[in-house]
C-alpha cells in the first residue's frame, strides 16, 4: 500500500480513537488476505545474558553490575528444543547478550547443528533455527548458516544515525549495525530486524523514517516493542521525552507495516505483552503473526533483564488468547516469511513441517 509520510506521521500523532481504530482495521484486513489467521511460534531461550556490549537501555550492558550473569549448557538448549518439539512448537529461537568471540560461535554452531541433527532424526524437516546474539563478522554468521541457522534478528534500534549513536556508546556504531544487516542478507538468512518505540528523543519522524528504512532494505522479519526503562541504565535518567507513548506507538507503527509490508512476519513482542494486558490482542488485531513462547529455564529468566518486570505466561495461556480473538497458532508449520520467498522468485516451501501430522 502506498502512504505517504505526512500521512503516515498525521497518524502516528492523532489522539483520535476513530482514527486508530480504522487503522487497525486496514492492517487486520490486510494481515488476513495475505497471511490468514494463524499466529507462527518460535520458542525463545535466553542461553547466556553475558554482553559486551554497553548500550544505555539495556539491563545486560557490560557495564550492570547488578545481575548475575549465567550461560546455559548445550545440553540444557538441547532438553529445552525437545520440550518445545514436544509443545509441537516448530521453530526455536537462541537468543543471547554480545559475545563475539570464535569461542562462543563455536559453542553455538555446535548447538546449532545438535539441534537440527536431534530434530531431523524421525524424518521430518526439524526446527526451524532461528539467532539473535548480536553483531558478528561476516565470517561468524556464515559458519552459524552452515550450522543450519536460518533466520536471524538484529534490530536497528532507531536508523536515525544520531538517535541511535545517543543510545549507545561511540564504539557501537550504526555503521557496523548496517554492515551487518548486509551481511546477514547477503549470506541467505531471513533477516529482521526492528526499533525501540518511546525512546528519549524519539520523534514520529523518527518512526516514519524507520518505516521506510524497513521497506528500502527489504527485511523479512520485523520485531518491534516499546522501550521500557530500566533503571540500572543511564537512559533511565534521561529527561528527554519521547513523542509517543510506547503502547499505541508500537501498536500504530505494527499497523502502518502491516500495510506497507503485507507479507513479511512480525512479532508481537513480549515487551508488549509486558507493557499492556492488551499487548497480544491489540498486536495480533495490528497484523502481528508471530509469538515467541519462553522457553529459558525458570531459574535463569529474572537475570535476562533487558528491561524490569517482563511478563512471563505459560504456554497455554497464549494459546487460549489467541484462541479466544479468532487467531489460531500454526502447530507443525515452520512459518517463514512469505516475502523471503516471494523476493528471490522460490516457491514457498509450504511442504516444511515438523512431522506433527498438520500439513500445510
Ligand atoms: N544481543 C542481542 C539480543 C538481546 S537484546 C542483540 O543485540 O540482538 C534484544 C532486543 O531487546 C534489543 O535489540 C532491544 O531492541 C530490546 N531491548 C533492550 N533493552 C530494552 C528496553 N529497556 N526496553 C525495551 N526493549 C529493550
Redesign the pocket.
Known sequence: MNMSATYMKRILDSSDPESLSSLLSQAEKVRLEHLGNEVYMRGLIEFSNI?R?D?F????RKSNQAIKRYHISAEEILEKAEFCMDLGIPSIAL????ISSDREVDFVARVVSLIREQSTKDGSAGLGITL???ELTYAQYRRLFDAGAHRY???I?SSDRSLFQSIHPAEQDFDKRLECLDALKDIGYQVGT?I?IGLPGQTTWHLVQDLYFFVQRDIDMLGM??????PD?PLYLSSQRAAIDPFIGTIKMLALARLLMPDINMVVST?LQTIDADGLKLGMRAGGNVIMPLLTPEEYRGDYS??INKRFRPFYDLQSEVEAVGYQLAFGKWGDPLHYYRNRKIPYPGQRSTGEGCSL
Not at 537501555?57 to 545486560?60: D, E, F
Not at 516493542?225 to 530500566?230: E, F, I, K, M, V
Request: proline share 7%.
Open positions: 554482553c556490549a548500550c537501555y539495556c539491563g545486560l537468543q543471547s547478550g554480545e539473535s546474539i548480536g534478528l538484529l534490530r534500534e526492528g525501540m516493542g516499546p522501550y521500557l526503562p530500566h541504565t515487551a533487558i528491561y
